[in-house]
């Protein structure tokens, strides 16, 4: 084979190559945006909610709404948006009882989420609930 052969037969593998990249299928664009994940996230003291503090609003994709926002998207991701199912920490947290109430309302994926819990103090809700209650502001 002389040269010229073998460059033309290398350009024309090389445009094969580029044709068989266009060619391939584009993802599927079903004109809908993916669903949303927004919640809204509240910590009050004592048993019982309370409307009166404040919250912060965890909005993901992409992660933003309070310090945590990175942490507490992907924690909620692996427990598909089931804080009851985000894994306990290991923790050593004090014999106190000082109770927080942690309340969560709004939407995962789409799907709607109303999530409350009572834990004995906030040492215990950090460790049951990662980075999603870590409301505490820059």
Same mark, same amino acid.
């Given at each position: 084979?002389?040269?010229?052969?073998?460059?033309?037969?290398?350009?024309?593998?090389?445009?094969?190559?580029?044709?068989?990249?266009?060619?391939?299928?584009?993802?599927?664009?079903?004109?809908?945006?993916?669903?949303?994940?927004?919640?809204?996230?509240?910590?009050?003291?004592?048993?019982?909610?309370?409307?009166?503090?404040?919250g912060s609003l965890l909005?993901?994709?992409?992660?933003?709404?309070?310090?945590?926002?990175?942490?507490?998207?992907?924690?909620?991701?692996?427990?598909?948006?089931?804080?009851?199912?985000?894994?306990?920490?290991?923790?050593?947290?004090?014999? /106190?009882?000082?109770? /927080?109430?942690?309340?969560?309302?709004?939407?995962?994926?789409?799907?709607? /989420?109303?999530?409350?819990?009572?834990?004995?103090?906030?040492?215990?809700?950090?460790?049951?609930?990662?980075? /999603?209650?870590?409301?505490?502001?820059?």
């Amino acid at each position: 084979m002389t040269h010229t052969a073998l460059r033309t037969m290398r350009a024309g593998l090389l445009a094969a190559l580029v044709l068989l990249a266009c060619a391939a299928p584009a993802p599927a664009d079903t004109g809908h945006p993916a669903p949303e994940s927004r919640l809204l996230l509240t910590v009050s003291h004592g048993d019982t909610p309370s409307g009166a503090e404040s919250g912060s609003l965890l909005l993901c994709d992409p992660p933003r709404g309070h310090r945590h926002a990175a942490e507490a998207c992907a924690e909620l991701d692996a427990a598909d948006g089931r804080i009851q199912a985000i894994p306990a920490k290991d923790a050593h947290c004090p014999m /106190v009882f000082a109770p /927080v109430t942690a309340q969560a309302h709004g939407t995962w994926r789409g799907e709607p /989420v109303e999530y409350i819990e009572t834990f004995a103090n906030s040492c215990l809700l950090a460790a049951r609930t990662g980075s /999603v209650f870590a409301l505490d502001h820059a």
